[in-house]
């Protein structure tokens, strides 16, 4: 069933079956080797990222394998691929070891899974329901890395290693998700809704902890008070388990092959550029009546990071709840704010937009 995996393939590959690994020998992880340049990388790597996690997910072995594979386990021992370290170093030294990283946040949120949620994904589940998994390990990971590395340097805001970190390892991995994982938008959109959580714990913290200047802490209320509402979250303990999952579900769902669902829309800007005026049509091909629950934003971005959450502001935001009847269609009608001073791009998001931050909910195709 499991498609062959070629060795330049980067997805963040877990194993799911774990037990057989653990006792009989029959595989070639070990220990990382101190000569070699990458086992050296990957074990820093993995040093760097440990605070970030929790001690309970980073207790285990940490191993290297020569398989061309990375492994989680439900003990909280991570095995890495040599190969995969390999090509991220290689592919590009100053973003490589963050990617490295990545890559172990990611397989760190799967061990996470495993002590919350009791199982990794199985055979038996279905599809959607591995993807789903897959994009919560994205958004946590990257969550969790995106903490991490802004507790590095507190001008991270305008020197990320994380943004060409992430355009690399969708670059490379062009195409090569197609099982396991979800697709590259999708992952991308994951690692966003990852960053902006990330930027947003890293400040909560900071802002509970009052480790702030006053400055800081001005600064710091603002973007809770901006990022909060747009992700949904209040930063309560355990919150980004059941946020992660839901937000995991609206990217996977809204996107997974087969969903019968299509969108179109209109967007037009108003003469004195005030206003953008949308028309958007949602159509459900399918046999059943499906219940959106969605928000049409304008956001402006700053030029040429579209794909970073932290560097965008959102000006305004529609509420919409409809229900698209079985072989119909549904349209929207509206106008909202627009705004383009400072230089700024202004941008009319709504889902399957990947940048619409708020998603929409789609329980009924579960
Ligand atoms: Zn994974």
């Not at 949904?232 to 997974?256: C, F, M, N, P, Y």
Request: aromatic share 10%; charged share 20%.
């Amino acid at each position: 069933m499991r498609r062959a995996l070629t060795v330049a393939f980067l997805a963040l590959i877990v194993l799911w079956s774990v037990s057989a690994l653990a006792d009989d020998g029959s595989t070639n992880e070990h220990a990382p080797d101190p000569n070699n340049r990458y086992d050296r990388i990957a074990e820093q790597q993995r040093e760097l990222l440990a605070p970030g996690v929790s001690a309970v997910m980073n207790r285990g072995i940490f191993g290297i394998t020569d398989t061309g594979q990375t492994f989680a386990y439900a003990d909280g021992s991570v095995v890495l691929s040599r190969a995969q370290v390999q090509l991220y170093v290689d592919a590009d030294p100053s973003v490589g070891p963050v990617l490295v990283r990545l890559v172990l946040a990611h397989e760190y949120a799967h061990v996470g899974q495993a002590i919350r949620y009791g199982t990794f994904p199985s055979a038996s589940w279905s599809r959607d329901d591995v993807l789903v998994r897959e994009a919560q390990a994205d958004i946590l990971g990257s969550g969790w890395l995106m903490a991490e590395l802004m507790s590095d340097n507190q001008d991270f805001v305008n020197n990320s290693p994380i943004l060409p970190a992430m355009e690399l390892m969708f670059q490379l991995g062009d195409g090569e998700f197609a099982y396991a994982h979800p697709t590259n938008e999708q992952r991308r959109q994951a690692v966003r809704f990852g960053m902006a959580y990330g930027t947003l714990r890293f400040w909560m913290i900071g802002f509970q902890n009052a480790q702030l200047t006053p400055e800081l802490h001005r600064g710091a209320a603002g973007i809770i008070a901006s990022l909060s509402p747009r992700l949904d979250i209040t930063g309560a303990d355990g919150e980004e388990w059941d946020w992660s999952l839901r937000q995991a579900r609206k990217i996977v769902h809204w996107r997974i092959e087969g969903l019968p669902f299509t969108a179109e829309s209109n967007v037009q800007t108003s003469p004195d550029k005030s206003n953008f005026i949308y028309s958007i049509t949602y159509s459900n091909h399918g046999a059943k009546a499906i219940p959106l629950d969605l928000s049409v934003q304008s956001v402006r971005y700053a030029a040429g990071v579209p794909h970073d959450g932290r560097i965008s502001e959102l000006d305004a935001s529609k509420r919409y709840r409809i229900v698209v009847p079985a072989n119909s269609s549904q349209t929207i009608f509206g106008s909202i704010a627009r705004d383009s001073s400072l230089g700024w791009e202004p941008e009319l998001i709504f889902p399957p937009d990947p940048r619409s931050l708020y998603c929409l909910d789609e329980e009924q195709t579960k």
